[in-house]
């Protein structure tokens, strides 16, 4: 197992955080403090992923977003929430964007559909995402730390400890998708 993690680890970091990215550097700061990455690593890894993927969705509205707001239904759902974010926070909303979980994307089409600078997009998004990498990656570090005191000789139990940490990571995302889902339906009905 440690030799999958070692070599394909900051490759999913990089890929998960293209696309949202909190599960993923949250098990590489785990990961990191029990011995298997490199927490510097996983910071690099995460914000180069981060700042690829905000500036990748942002090009995408900017040059195809109106068509794909209409073609596909995930994202014409969203709208609405996503504009309402968009109008309540004006510019700030391009530093906490990193921080809204599970509609980024969203948000980041809607903007480049919007007249916002380019350098301007790219000055904040720079500074969100080494600000969101080393946060994430942190507290995933801490947490690692946490884990390690419970298990004092991690190496014999890896087998056990990482598909339990990955089962448990994914319960949560999928009972918070639930959560978000069953508040947007009870807010914006079945649209």
């Not at 089409?109 to 994430?136: A, E, H, P, Q």
């Amino acid at each position: 197992m440690e030799a999958y993690i070692a070599k394909y680890g900051y490759i999913g970091i990089f890929v998960g955080t293209f696309l949202e990215g909190e599960t993923t550097v949250l098990l590489g700061g785990i990961f990191s403090r029990l011995g298997f990455m490199n927490i510097f690593m996983v910071m690099l890894y995460a914000f180069a992923g981060t700042l690829a993927g905000d500036c990748t969705f942002f090009s995408i509205g900017r040059c195809f977003g109106k068509n794909i707001i209409e073609r596909f239904e995930f994202i014409k759902s969203k709208v609405p929430l996503a504009d309402k974010i968009i109008r309540h926070y004006g510019n700030f909303i391009i530093f906490i964007i990193r921080f809204l979980v599970g509609i980024r994307a969203v948000v980041l089409i809607l903007l480049g559909c919007t007249n916002m600078k380019i350098g301007r997009f790219f000055l904040f998004s720079l500074l969100n995402s080494l600000c969101w990498s080393i946060l994430v990656g942190v507290i995933g570090y801490l947490f690692g730390k946490v884990v390690f005191v419970f298990v004092d000789d991690i190496k014999q139990y890896e087998t056990v400890i990482v598909p339990v940490v990955l089962g448990l990571v994914v319960l949560l995302i999928l009972m918070y998708r639930y959560i978000v889902n069953k508040k947007e339906r009870e807010t914006y009905g079945d649209q």
